[in-house]
């Protein structure tokens, strides 16, 4: 008999409940168990079947094995326990060692075999054949066969169980379980470490929630394998702070526990978080692998550390997992080579590579783009091509068409697109939108509406791809049909469908459709977003609408001689009245013979960015784009700085990225924004991706981002540099320095890094005096500050601020007083607020509150909040709730939103046991909805 009709035979005699395996899904599974009996064979046509004729191979096999198996059949209900006859347990080690590549027909006769000398009722053998089946992938048979399986055991169940996640069907996995569950088989560590990975691989969180619960309920969570499976269950399914909280309670830990945690960080999108566990695991002593390594770099990769990777890649050296032999740390190498700009050691591991996977060549290919080697990209496509071993597959396809449609390669997106239908890859929505934007680019247009005509779905990215084809190639009116189509079908639109439809509207007839879009573009809510109005006022211009397109802008630009309006401005706004600056440029435009230039704005911006006013300096971004002057290096700098100064980080990248041709300068105002606004971390990671060779302005403004962190190793680095480049001996550079090493623990490095500098500036002394009073210091402060008089440096207000934070932080109030009080006589620096503040500061320390309460008194000016702030503050420390009180009343009227006043003066309540005064002032805090600033640490940990 052909094996195909042994194979049909069986799925006769033992898949009566064929029909379940179309309804797993269900979780109330019904089976239609058959008992086999020799004297019965009609019930099972495969007896029927090997009883009259048996495939050669399975008759030479009964043959062999007939000297150790009982030809009687046995009923299942009667043979169920795992402790079988001898000849049972010899043929299921029999089947057992011939199951090494399973596939259908080998497991239909070894059904019949077991069969024959009635072995099925021996479990170990069904359990063996069901899990062939599966394997073989006949999913139906392996059902068939557990369905008539009456007395199962827990074994029989995590196979049936298997079998469903082996096959991807997931829901019927669960099914088992609750099947399972409700006959009251019982369930060990194995089954809930199948099912958590059922539910991972779902991402199904609130089941695999239960599974945790159940897992702790049974006691079973010791099992550091299904530990570690909630681990990765938590990460897969977007939880990592059940993830990592899974992980901090392990008892013990595998690189297994490890790579959970390396790996769940980076698919949440955290390789900050992916790298700091990687650590950890260093540090710990556990040895790392391949995954860990790979999981590691890839990390590096996405956050742009280029000398970390190279050092994980070392390890991985040192440890044996040599690249070329492990495909993962590989791929991961060439990606970060890639992203960090060196091409060549990218290109240098992939060809190092003994054996590579598709994703190793989408990931050269992809490298090989970004860094703009298009033609080479090509090359490595076609080299791909003719290695049959690998073919390129969707993703290769999504990375090749962009390059097609950047560089109007047209023949090429056309193979490509050739090489998709070819694949059967065409259906796909995604690649028919990237295809279709290719034919939009490279005008070919009736090929990009055959797609879209002929597409089976359409997304709303397919309408925008196709309107804005139809609108880049001067078919406005086409544009316009397909838009109103869009209206009609959908109800919801996105920026990219404005601005696809504004730029269909470019003459006389179309004003009136584009006056609508105007209209529809205010309902949706885009009449703040400086890109949508600047593409309004292009369209009126077009349309030639020049009233509407000036109203819009809200101003005329008809202005007369530069010159002189140049100089009044530029004259201005470097003196520091920024003010005067911006009302000079208002009476320029208002001059309709005069016409504003770069300089002009270069001033005014960044008149606008010392004054702090968002609005003015967008009005001015948005002239700079108007008059084709946005894409001047020095007006996007300044426009940066401006940004940077009003807190508005966002928009400075965006003008940062959108520049052409960036400089140093750029580089620096970048980093100096994030410094400004306290993103140090960013800053960090743009200084590690400078184009140019740092400057002095680049190591005070990185500098200060390291101050920020209090992170020392980065700030060595930066020194090693500043050393190299022979920055350390400017003044700025080496004040920078000092607040960054005092900050980070280091005064005698501080120092060192002050007397080695020979021309001493005033910020280099402010910063020793302030690193002396960061470290409780005050006398070696009040020296500094002498000494600093004594080479004729003058005091400032900063020196002054310094010196007095440095008495009070170091109990030296009679010094301080009198420091105080020659502030004006002797050093010729008036007194502000913040030497007020220091004041109060120093006399609440050491316990003089009235006489502190008498010196805000007898200012000569209003005194701010922060100053009687710093009086409230004492009164909780020494605990006098009399004058607290006092001084909270106060504050409470000067400055109601600060939450801060009133949990100390809640604080002194509760010292004192006033109880209901302090719920008093609880529910007075929850009636005005304040809320205090959340804290936070931040730790660095390194390699080495």
């Not at 920026?495 to 003459?507: G, K, N, R, V």
């Not at 400089?663 to 990671?685: G, P, T, V």
């Not at 184009?691 to 020194?719: D, M, W």
């Amino acid at each position: 008999m052909h094996c195909r009709a042994v194979k049909l035979k069986i799925k006769e005699g033992l898949a009566q409940t064929s029909n379940a395996a179309l309804h797993q899904i269900c979780p109330k599974r019904t089976s239609l168990p058959c008992t086999y009996d020799a004297n019965q064979q009609q019930r099972c046509p495969l007896i029927h079947s090997m009883s009259s004729a048996l495939i050669p191979k399975a008759s030479l096999a009964i043959k062999l094995h007939s000297s150790c198996f009982s030809s009687a059949p046995q009923a299942f209900e009667e043979t169920a326990q795992r402790d079988q006859h001898a000849q049972d347990t010899r043929f299921y080690w029999v089947l057992k060692s011939s199951t090494a590549i399973p596939d259908t027909v080998t497991a239909g006769i070894r059904h019949c075999l077991a069969l024959k000398i009635g072995s099925l009722g021996h479990l170990p053998t069904s359990t063996s054949l069901l899990l062939a089946y599966s394997r073989a992938r006949d999913f139906s048979s392996s059902l068939a066969l557990f369905d008539e399986i009456h007395n199962r055991d827990v074994i029989i169940w995590n196979a049936m169980i298997t079998a469903s996640v082996e096959n991807g069907c997931l829901s019927a996995a669960m099914n088992f379980f609750a099947e399972m569950a409700a006959e009251k088989t019982g369930f060990d560590s194995t089954t809930l470490l199948i099912v958590v990975s059922a539910s991972s691989r779902m991402n199904h969180l609130k089941q695999g929630q239960a599974l945790h619960g159940l897992t702790m309920r049974s006691g079973m969570l010791v099992d550091s394998i299904l530990s570690n499976a909630l681990t990765d269950m938590y990460a897969k399914c977007g939880d990592l702070s059940s993830s990592e909280r899974m992980f901090a309670g392990m008892e013990s830990r595998d690189i297994v526990s490890w790579n959970s945690m390396i790996s769940g960080c980076l698919y949440n999108n955290f390789p900050e978080r992916s790298s700091w566990y990687f650590r950890e695991m260093a540090f710990s002593g556990e040895q790392a692998d391949s995954v860990s390594l790979s999981c590691a770099i890839s990390a590096s990769s996405c956050l742009g550390q280029l000398i970390f990777g190279q050092a994980i890649q070392g390890w991985g050296i040192k440890l044996g997992y040599e690249y070329c032999f492990y495909i993962s740390v590989a791929n991961s190498l060439i990606s970060l080579y890639s992203q960090c700009g060196d091409i060549e050691a990218a290109e240098t591991v992939f060809r190092g590579m003994i054996h590579k996977d598709v994703v190793s060549w989408n990931t050269i290919i992809d490298g090989l783009a970004l860094n703009g080697m298009i033609s080479e990209a090509f090359d490595h496509l076609h080299e791909m091509h003719t290695t049959w071993s690998v073919q390129p597959d969707k993703v290769t396809v999504v990375t090749i068409i962009p390059l097609c449609a950047e560089r109007l390669l047209l023949r090429e997106g056309r193979s490509i697109h050739g090489f998709t239908i070819r694949r059967q890859m065409a259906s796909d929505l995604f690649l028919e939108n990237c295809l279709m934007d290719m034919y939009s680019k490279c005008s070919s247009l009736t090929k990009a509406e055959l797609l879209f005509n002929t597409m089976e779905e359409k997304d709303l990215v397919s309408w925008n791809t196709m309107i804005s084809g139809y609108s880049q190639n001067g078919h406005s009116e086409e544009a316009q049909n397909v838009f109103r189509e869009l209206l009609r079908l959908y109800s919801k639109y996105s920026f990219s469908t404005l601005l696809a439809i504004l730029s269909s509207c470019d003459s006389q007839e179309s004003l009136h459709f584009g006056k609508s879009i105007h209209s529809w573009q205010l309902k949706l809510g885009f009449s703040n977003d400086i890109i949508a109005v600047n593409s309004l006022i292009h369209m009126y211009i077009n349309c030639g609408d020049l009233k509407a397109a000036f109203a819009l802008f809200q101003r005329n630009l008809a202005l007369t001689d530069v010159a002189s309006w140049n100089t009044v401005i530029a004259g201005c706004a470097q003196k520091g009245h920024f003010d005067e600056a911006l009302d000079t440029f208002s009476l320029m435009r208002q001059e309709p013979n005069v016409s504003h230039d770069s300089v002009t704005l270069v001033n005014v911006i960044a008149a606008c960015g010392n004054l702090e006013l968002l609005y003015e300096g967008k009005y001015l971004h948005g002239l700079s784009l108007k008059n084709l002057m946005g894409s001047d290096t020095r007006v996007q700098n300044a426009l940066i700085c401006m940004y940077g100064r009003c807190g508005d980080t966002k928009s400075a990248c965006s003008v940062f990225y959108s520049c052409s041709n960036r400089n140093l300068c750029s580089w620096n105002c970048m980093i100096s924004a994030f410094s400004q606004n306290k993103d140090a971390k960013r800053a960090l990671e743009l200084f590690c991706l400078l184009e140019y060779g740092p400057n002095e302005i680049t190591f005070v403004g990185i500098l200060s981002a390291c101050t920020q962190l209090g992170v020392l190793r980065h700030g060595k680095e930066i020194h090693g540099q500043a050393l190299k480049l022979g920055f350390w001996e400017n003044s700025f550079v080496s004040a920078a320095l000092l607040d960054m090493y005092s900050n980070c623990g280091r005064l005698d490095i501080a120092i060192q890094v002050f007397e080695n500098t020979k021309e001493k500036s005033v910020a280099a002394w402010n910063s020793m005096i302030s690193a002396y009073g960061y470290h409780s210091n005050g006398s070696k402060a009040i020296e500094t500050f002498h000494r600093m008089n004594k080479v004729g440096t003058m005091a400032t207000k900063s020196t002054f601020i310094s010196l007095l934070s440095a008495c009070s932080h170091s109990g030296l109030l009679d010094e301080g007083i009198w420091h105080y009080d020659h502030m004006f006589d002797t050093y010729g620096v008036e007194p502000v607020t913040e030497h007020h503040l220091c004041m109060v500061d120093m006399l609440g320390r050491s316990g003089k509150l009235y006489e502190a309460y008498e010196f805000i008194k007898r200012m000569r000016t209003q005194p701010e909040p922060g100053v009687w702030g710093a009086l409230l503050s004492a009164c909780n420390y020494h605990g006098d709730l009399e004058l607290g009180r006092r001084v909270a009343k106060l504050l409470f009227e000067l400055d109601p939103q600060n939450v801060g006043y009133y949990i100390s003066l809640s604080n002194m309540y509760v010292s004192v046991g006033s109880w209901k005064d302090a719920v008093e002032l609880r529910n007075t805090i929850w009636v005005q909805r304040l809320k205090k600033p959340a804290g936070y640490s931040l730790i660095d940990i390194g390699l080495g």
